[in-house]
T-cell receptor
Framework: DGGITQSPKYLFRKEGQNVTLSCEQN?????MYWYRQDPGQGLRLIYYSQIVNDFQKGDIAEGYSVSREKKESFPLTVTSAQKNPTAFYLC?????????????FGQGTRLTVV | GENVEQHPSTLSVQEGDSAVIKCTYS??????FPWYKQELGKRPQLIIDIRSNVGEKKDQRIAVTLNKTAKHFSLHITETQPEDSAVYFC??????????FGTGTRLTVIP
């Protein structure tokens, strides 16, 4: 179903902890994205990567970090510096090159701070 | 990054009526404009898209129009049905190959 998998589906974090959200795709896509979804605020871009070993900050990168060591994988770490991390996180991938770059989404991870 | 504005944030229509959702963007180099539908508890999925060299595209009951000069594009759904109820997002692909989304429109089709 789309070839992009996020895990876990639900994640609970204690105050002050770092947590890592997994995103894996088998679509051979170059581009991968992380979005945060809050009620009434749509999808906000956290980080994106167009190729392996390269990534760029999006609009709300503060308190987050990523890596892109393999084409298939783009994990997101929510650090203790992120003051309001409770949200729904969506990972997406696209071919990247060319004009029509349809994005395919994972099923999302709901992160809750306890 | 790109500034994408989407209106309205909520929209209720009677079954069979039409629904229109509008988006504006800021980067004149943007060249691809997809629309995504997100049903409750599910991931967003592409429903229709348009490239910057095209003014209108139709797919059965849905259509998208693009005014590149004014930097706005719209989603039109005709003969709405209850299963059209969902959150709809517009998106814009910039010249730098990034994808920015609007804030979403919650469409409710009343039977």
């Amino acid at each position: 179903d789309g070839g992009i998998t996020q895990s876990p589906k639900y994640l609970f974090r204690k105050e002050g902890q770092n947590v890592t959200l997994s995103c894996e795709q088998n679509l051979n896509h170059d581009a991968m994205y992380w979005y945060r979804q809050d009620p009434g605020q749509g999808l906000r871009l956290i980080y994106y990567s167009q190729i392996v070993n390269d990534f760029q900050k999006g609009d709300i990168a503060e308190g987050y970090s990523v890596s892109r060591e393999k084409k298939e994988s783009f994990p997101l770490t929510v650090t203790s510096a992120q003051k309001n991390p409770t949200a729904f996180y969506l990972c997406a991938s696209s071919i990247g090159r060319g004009v029509r770059t349809e994005a395919f989404f994972g099923q999302g991870t709901r992160l809750t701070v306890v | 990054g790109e500034n994408v504005e989407q209106h309205p944030s909520t929209l209720s229509v009677q079954e069979g009526d039409s629904a229109v959702i509008k988006c504006t963007y800021s980067d004149s180099a943007s060249n691809y404009f997809p629309w995504y539908k997100q049903e409750l508890g599910k991931r967003p999925q592409l429903i229709i898209d348009i490239r910057s060299n095209v003014g209108e595209k139709k797919d059965q009951r849905i259509a998208v129009t693009l005014n590149k000069t004014a930097k706005h594009f719209s989603l039109h759904i005709t003969e709405t049905q209850p299963e059209d109820s969902a959150v709809y997002f517009c998106a814009v692909k910039t010249g730098a190959n990034n994808l920015f989304f609007g804030t979403g429109t919650r469409l409710t089709v009343i039977p």
